[in-house]
């Protein structure tokens, strides 16, 4: 299986110069967009550790809890501390939460400030990249490991993998319809 990284490679090889500028914004954000991801993987965790630990009985509960976590201005640090409360985790999976806050904070906050010069040579716009698909990486990594601690609370909601991939063709296709009306 080719690495993130190689697949970036060989696009920044095929893209002139505007574009190789483009390539380094658009890895950003998606490294920016997994650390997104992740963070919805930590409310999920949470509203669902909430629901089974309350053994709410109504939808209308489970609807309160939810969105209390999404509504919440809470941070991504202090969602991981709550899932590290909640969870079992094992001592490696919080050695990467804590690497992977420290690095998407660094993204979010720091990152260009710092490496702006990188901007001005291929070797530069090259590292920005590998550390871009470094990051993405190591949260679909993570990410993948999380799962395996919430599944069975999302099972038991019925919230399968096939009806997430359900819900997610329906989000879509309302998408597609709103922008058809407009």
Request: proline residues 1%; charged residues 30%.
């Amino acid at each position: 299986m080719e690495r993130r990284y190689d697949i970036a490679n060989n696009e920044y090889e095929t893209e002139d110069y505007d574009g190789r500028y483009r390539l380094v914004y658009a890895y950003f954000g998606l490294a920016i967009y997994f650390g997104q991801c992740l963070e919805e993987t930590f409310s999920i965790m949470l509203w669902t550790d909430r629901i089974f630990k309350k053994k709410v009985k109504t939808n209308a509960e489970v609807n309160e809890i939810i969105d209390a976590i999404e509504n919440s201005k809470k941070t991504m640090g202090s969602f991981i501390n709550e899932v590290k409360q909640s969870y079992s985790l094992t001592a490696p999976i919080v050695d990467q939460l804590d690497k992977i806050l420290e690095t998407r904070n660094y993204l979010a906050h720091k990152y260009f400030k710092l490496h702006i010069a990188k901007f001005h040579s291929t070797i530069g716009q090259l590292e920005m990249i590998k550390y871009f698909c470094d990051f993405i990486d190591e949260s679909e990594q993570l990410d993948e490991k999380l799962k395996e601690y919430y599944t069975t609370y999302t099972d038991k909601l019925g919230m399968t993998e096939e009806r997430i991939e359900q819900l997610m063709t329906e989000m879509k296709e309302q998408e597609i319809n709103r922008t058809k009306n407009d």
